[in-house]
């Protein structure tokens, strides 16, 4: 099925600066709180990178750490030693007291030592540990020793060896006991904190995401009831509802989840790469190596994923305003017996939609198998290099270990990442249509100096050469000019495409006109507030559409000013209190989204009601007996004469009938007035409106003989 692609079904574009300055102008109310989940942030991500380090720790400071770089000096040095080390800015630590020299570990053995001071080391020879004095950095291949009772050769020099026992192991390992404890410890602290701190970011940003959310279905429905009519007659009811629900919601995920985890991740990734740099250059940047093809791989799903989303979410646009057209009109369908038809027509959108649906999946699922396989092949590098230092002794095995973690740890918020990049495009070519319809400008606005309307107007109503159209230049009204008097009834008459109901269409400022004026009480109806005109100008139209809720509800239309009694009592008045009284709950009956459980006149009647209760000084009538039978006629008729007493009221009638006992009837032929006056003075002319009159004469006769000849 061919998808629409004009201007009117594609949004407008925007760069990705442009989608972030909007989106940050919703967040900006609640900084506040994005603020504290970032600090929230900060905490979890020091917390996740400092749990590896802690293992390095432990594995080249406690586990492997009796094998560690030591000094030694005699006890009556000690002191004197220590001062010079710390001129020097040399760290290290004791560690224990053996056979008259006290020990301690280095981190740095490359500085001038004072002369007193001697290297030593512990190493494993074939399953025994032995002390080496005057040697420190362990031996790389132990074929290439040769261990006597008190000495060992290495590279062809000899040192003193003395072979330690297990208790006297113990003494080297006492600080490696108690800083295992500690770290395990401040391990578990950093866990616990982290899963706390997780706990309550997850719950601020979910707040943070569902109110600015609401902030944008708000400033959406507020937006769509500034829109003048005419947007309405363009865009479909099902468009509109995907943008304000679907396209919302995807929103919502990139508030709530993306920015700030985004933010997280990015801070993970900076962090891991200072913490590999500071442990070893290298192994950082053989680990990296695959960076470049990640990168271009990312640049190009960029383009193709937010082309695949915007497309998806154009078809599911489309998707929902055929579904909400033909549930509408199913009753139309169904007479026509156009199920079969409408249904092949629904699956090759519905087909069009999952081509479109599974297109986006593809190329979503390509990303992160690919950064997983990046990150095996990044792995695999770090293992061969890093192993091969390890063996040479160039590098810890705790410093390789602590690479293989925070591989995993870059790799993973890159996956993270990749599931954003997907949230991220999806929500921008959401962003893109709210952001677009928000823009839309209302072509119908209040002048900056609009003014307001007395509480109450006489109701004089004044056309002056008034040209209208829908369509540039495909006029509607053609310089039409006429006046109604405070209080008068008016009806207007014509055939069909005449424009009778542009004109009232026109007076409260659904459509504007393109040349001539239109005044209430000597007023222009453009210098006036449109919601003060409208409170003035009350419309009966000739389908009455019923909201869900009670009788009650329809007719209130959430004034809460109006009370139970007082629609009660103004339907008492009119007479048509009995329509609703013998409803199932009388006014508190449920109606449907249409009104199922209400007949056409018990509609009519309800939107009679809400004219009343409003208490317009000017009344409208589009063809609002047109589709009720004679008895429901009768009554609307007297229920019309009621409450356009002392009220200027416009009716625009196809029945003749509802008109003739109007002041003043207007004629209109394809847009201009041919005809003006009351109904005696148009039937002596014997002009257009009295062939209209026998017509409806003839085709009520002729209707009666069909009648007589069935009976």
């Known amino acids: 099925m061919t998808i629409p692609t004009n201007e009117e079904h594609r949004p407008k574009k925007y760069s990705d600066k442009q989608l972030l300055k909007h989106i940050l102008t919703f967040a900006k109310p609640y900084w506040k709180l994005f603020v504290f989940s970032l600090l929230l942030t900060t905490v979890i991500v020091i917390a996740s990178l400092a749990q590896p380090y802690i293992i390095k720790v432990a594995i080249d400071s406690h586990i492997n750490g009796i094998y560690a770089p030591m000094i030694f000096v005699d006890h009556s040095e000690k002191e004197h030693v220590l001062e010079v080390l710390d001129e020097q800015g040399v760290k290290g630590k004791e560690i224990t007291t053996f056979e008259e020299h006290t ?66 192991q113990a003494l080297f390992r006492s600080h490696d006991y108690s800083g295992m404890i500690w770290l395990g410890v401040l391990y578990f602290i950093l866990i616990i904190t982290s899963s706390v701190t997780t706990y309550f970011q997850n719950n601020t940003l979910q707040f943070t995401g569902q109110s600015v959310i609401y902030d944008i279905r708000e400033s959406m429905m507020k937006h769509f009831s500034r829109l003048q009519v005419s947007f309405y007659d363009k865009n479909p009811i099902g468009r509109l509802v995907t943008r304000i629900t679907h396209d919302v919601e ?68 489309q998707l929902n305003a055929y579904l909400a057209e033909n549930l509408s009109g199913m009753k139309v369908i169904q007479i026509f017996a156009r199920e079969e038809k409408q249904l092949e027509q629904f699956n090759e959108l519905n087909q069009e939609h999952y081509r479109a649906g599974m297109r986006q999946t593809v190329l979503s699922s390509i990303f992160n198998p690919s950064i997983g396989f990046f990150g095996n ?60 319809t928000l823009e839309t400008k209302p072509s119908i606005v209040n002048k900056p100096d609009a003014s307001k309307l007395p509480n109450k107007v006489n109701g004089k109503i004044e056309f002056k050469n008034v040209w209208f159209a829908y369509q540039e230049k495909d006029w509607v009204l053609k310089d039409v000019s006429f006046s109604i008097s405070p209080g008068e009834t008016v009806g207007i008459v014509g055939a069909t495409g005449a424009g009778k109901s542009s004109i009232i269409q026109l007076i409260n400022r659904f459509y504007d006109i393109q040349q001539g004026s239109i005044h209430l009480d000597g007023v222009s109806i453009k210098d006036v507030e449109i919601s003060d005109l409208r409170k003035h100008v009350g419309i009966i139209q000739q389908d009455s559409f019923v909201f869900s809720g009670t009788v009650f509800d329809n007719i209130r239309l959430n004034n809460r000013d109006i009370s139970d009694e007082d629609i009660i009592r103004a339907a008492s008045s009119v007479g048509i209190d009995p329509f609703f009284s013998h409803l199932p709950n009388q006014y508190e009956t449920l109606l449907g989204e249409q009104g199922t459980v209400l007949s056409t006149g018990q ?15 000017v009344l409208i009538l589009d063809e609002a007996t047109a589709n009720i039978d004679t008895e429901t006629e009768i009554v609307v008729q007297d229920t019309l004469k009621k409450i356009s007493k002392n009220r200027t009221t416009i009716i ?11 002041d003043n009837i207007i004629v209109l032929d394809k847009g201009k007035i041919i005809e003006m006056g009351d109904h005696a003075s148009l039937l002596q002319q014997k002009g257009a409106y009295y062939r209209l009159c026998m017509n409806q004469n003839e085709q009520k006769m002729a209707k009666k003989q069909k009648k007589r000849l069935y009976q």
């Open 652 to 662: 625009i009638a196809h029945r003749l009938s509802t008109i003739q006992h109007a």
């Open 103 to 168: 020990y301690f570990r280095m981190s740095e053995t490359d500085h001038e030592l004072p002369a007193t001071v001697q290297k030593a080391s512990i190493v494993s020879i074939e399953g025994s540990h032995y002390l080496i004095h005057g040697w420190d950095t362990g031996i790389k291949n132990q074929n290439d020793v040769q261990l006597s009772n008190d000495t060992i050769a290495i590279d062809g020099m000899d040192y003193p060896i003395i072979s330690l026992q297990d208790d006297e």
């Open 377 to 436: 092949i990044s792995m695999a590098l770090l293992i061969w290099y890093g192993g091969r230092n390890v063996i040479d002794g160039a590098l810890t095995f705790g410093v390789v270990y602590a690479f293989t973690h925070y591989v995993r740890q870059f790799f993973e918020p890159l996956r993270g990442l990749a599931d954003r990049f997907n949230q991220i495009q999806a929500a921008l070519a959401s962003a893109e249509r709210i952001f677009d």
């Open 250 to 317: 995807a929103l919502n995920q990139l508030y709530s989840q993306v920015i700030v985890n985004l933010i997280r991740e990015v801070l993970m990734l900076i962090g891991i790469v200072v913490i590999m740099l500071q442990m070893s250059v290298k192994l950082t940047l053989i680990s990296f190596t695959v960076i470049p093809l990640i990168a271009i791989l990312t640049l190009y799903l960029q383009k193709v994923l937010r082309k695949a989303q915007r497309y998806l979410r154009l078809v599911l646009s």
């Open 603 to 617: 509609r009519q009647l309800l939107s009679f009601l809400r004219a009343m209760i409003a208490n317009p000084d």
